[in-house]
């Protein structure tokens, strides 16, 4: 028995000199990989306040996403001062300034160390179609159109000068919207995918009378009524008469009623016999 209890209390020392190793090594461990996180922070923060991580010039900043806008329209957008510290740039004031560009919608900027710079990428308002207003000329009572600038999908109205106009790329739409913008723009999503997505060519719309929103297609001019009203049964019977040239004279056709999708009509024109209208099947 005295045999058996010194064999264990032999083994009990061993064992808690061994832990007390194991100890000692982990605590080295410890202080030697603080000892290499501080100096390579402090070698990265020695290098970080070195002349050479500035940002020397615009062509230091990387632009993406960019479709219409030139890299170089890109930059010139961002107020810096050069050659300008990296660490004094704040790449989120520099994103906040962007989105207020009117044909920026979103922007992302992040720092670049190798090489020294800016990587921005930006999300642009796609121009999709012209707003026009009419202007009337008071010394002889003519009306004439103006442009107002481009909208976007969103119908978001954009200045045209906002775009590069030496950029090859920038092409303006040919759609024409007429009216107010602002009157029209909680209707502008809708009906714009609309008229997206339709096969008959429309080239204008014309938004001036709230209740009448006035379509100019390949058919003629097509009266909707309100915008906001059985709009996808109006442009299914639209679809449906694209065999009309085939029934009537599209010559004589002054517009197409389309208010009630159920009764649509044709408005012959004044100058062939009197004014009338003429019932079609849908």
């Known amino acids: 028995m005295a045999d058996i209890a010194s064999v264990s209390r032999t083994d009990l020392t061993q064992r808690r000199n061994k832990l007390r190793r194991q100890r000692r090594v982990k605590i080295i461990q410890r202080i ?26 615009a062509k230091d900043i990387e632009v993406s996403g960019n479709q219409l806008l030139s890299d170089e329209a890109v930059q010139s957008r961002i107020a810096l001062s050069y050659p300008q510290s ?15 560009q009117p044909a920026i919608a979103h922007a992302n900027v992040t720092r670049r160390l190798l090489p020294p710079g800016l990587v921005v990428e930006i999300q642009e308002r796609i121009p999709v179609a012209i707003a026009v207003g009419m202007e009337r000329n008071s010394s002889n009572d003519t009306v004439t159109e103006k442009t107002l600038g ?3 999908i969103t119908g978001v109205l954009i200045p045209t000068d906002s775009y590069n106009s030496s950029n090859a790329k920038v092409q303006l739409p040919t759609l024409k919207a007429i009216g107010i913008p602002e009157q029209y723009r909680q ?3 809708q009906v714009y995918q609309t008229i997206s997505r339709s096969s008959v060519k429309i080239s ?9 929103l006035i379509l100019k297609t390949e058919l003629g001019k097509v009266h909707l009524g309100t915008p906001n009203s059985r709009l996808q049964e109006k442009f299914k019977v639209l679809l449906q008469m694209t065999q009309l040239p085939a029934q009537v004279n599209t010559n004589q056709i002054e517009y197409i009623d389309l208010k009630d999708p159920d009764s649509p009509m044709i408005q012959i024109s004044r100058s062939t016999n009197a004014l009338k209208k003429q019932r079609l099947n849908p």
């Open 86 to 100: 990296m660490w004094k740039i704040e790449p989120s004031q520099i994103a906040e300034s962007l989105q207020k």
């Open 150 to 152: 481009v909208l976007d």
């Open 204 to 212: 204008e719309i014309d938004w001036r009378d709230p209740s009448n």
């Open 187 to 189: 209707f502008w999503g």
């Open 32 to 57: 030697w990989q603080t000892v290499a996180v501080s100096g390579l922070a402090g070698t990265l923060l020695w290098g970080a306040i070195q002349p050479n991580w500035v940002v020397k010039a």
